[in-house]
């Protein structure tokens, strides 16, 4: 007979933890304008182009390289690997930024419908991109 209680209780944390979710703010393109500055502007080029890294992709046609459509968690899960040093992306010219991963987890929706926590520097960094598409 006790169990309800329990029951009731779990269910209202669940609530609380989704609203807190909804509630957390989204990083903006300006923060991920300032990190990108920070992070990535040396080689990639002020504005996402003609960066001073020879082999620097010009991050401003990412989407019409994808067939006219951002590729979000292709893009998401890159930026989370070049903090982290994961597999390829370790291998490459990158540098890895451990600093993009403190802080805070923020949800993020994946155009396949799933979603996942990803710091919410990488998802600034990645709305500033996809600010930028031309």
Known sequence: MRA???????????????????????PSAQAGHTLYEDYCAA????GGQDGAHPDAPDLTRLSA????????GLLLARLEGYGQGL??????D????ALLMDGRLTRVDLPDGRHTQVPVKVVAINRYLESIQR
């Open 4 to 26: 309800a209680p329990f029951f009731g209780g779990a269910t209202a944390l669940c609530a609380l933890a989704a609203v807190i979710v909804a509630c957390t703010p989204r």
């Open 43 to 46: 080689c990639h080029g002020p």
């Open 65 to 72: 390289r994808n067939d006219g459509e951002f590729p979000t």
């Open 87 to 92: 597999h390829e992306i370790a291998a490459s």
């Open 94 to 97: 990158m540098p890895r930024y």
